[in-house]
């Protein structure tokens, strides 16, 4: 069974910049799609990005286009959220998940946590001065 673990959470102040890893164990990563998704307390689980099973496609939502860029390397097992220019609003538990059955919907659309079969156990971000 897939297995995602999320790492490099932490502190930075505004404006600074982290870089969020999902490693993948226990079964290849190819031909799945990765989502990253936020979760604030008190707030419902968000998604924000995609990256399709091949990673030619990948989407946003409005709140990080142009600051967070999402990547994969299928070689390593590994799948990255590089976010620049973070602001406090950023600051939530970061999840990565993998989908299989539709693993190239992030063509067109940003897939809903019900559409990931498979999530890792989050990494906090806190972005403070």
């Known amino acids: 069974q897939l297995q995602l673990v999320e790492s490099g959470g932490g502190l930075v102040q505004p404006g600074g910049s982290l870089r969020l890893s999902c490693a993948a164990s226990?079964?290849?990563?190819?031909?799945?799609?990765i989502g990253w998704f936020r979760q604030a307390p008190g707030k419902e689980r968000e998604k924000i990005s995609c990256?399709?099973?091949?990673?030619?496609?990948?989407n946003y939502v409005d709140s990080v286009r142009g600051r967070f860029t999402v990547s994969r390397d299928n070689a390593k097992n590994t799948a990255d959220l590089q976010m620049n220019s973070l602001e406090p609003e950023d600051t939530a538990i970061y999840y990565c998940?993998?989908?299989?059955?539709?693993?190239?919907?992030?063509?067109?659309?940003?897939?809903?946590?019900?559409?990931?079969?498979?999530w890792g156990q989050g990494t906090r971000v806190t972005v403070s001065s």
């Open positions: 226990g079964s290849a990563l190819d031909y799945y799609a």
């Open positions: 990256i399709s099973a091949s990673g030619i496609y990948t």
């Open positions: 998940a993998a989908d299989l059955s539709g693993s190239s919907r992030c063509r067109r659309l940003l897939p809903d946590i019900d559409d990931y079969e498979y």
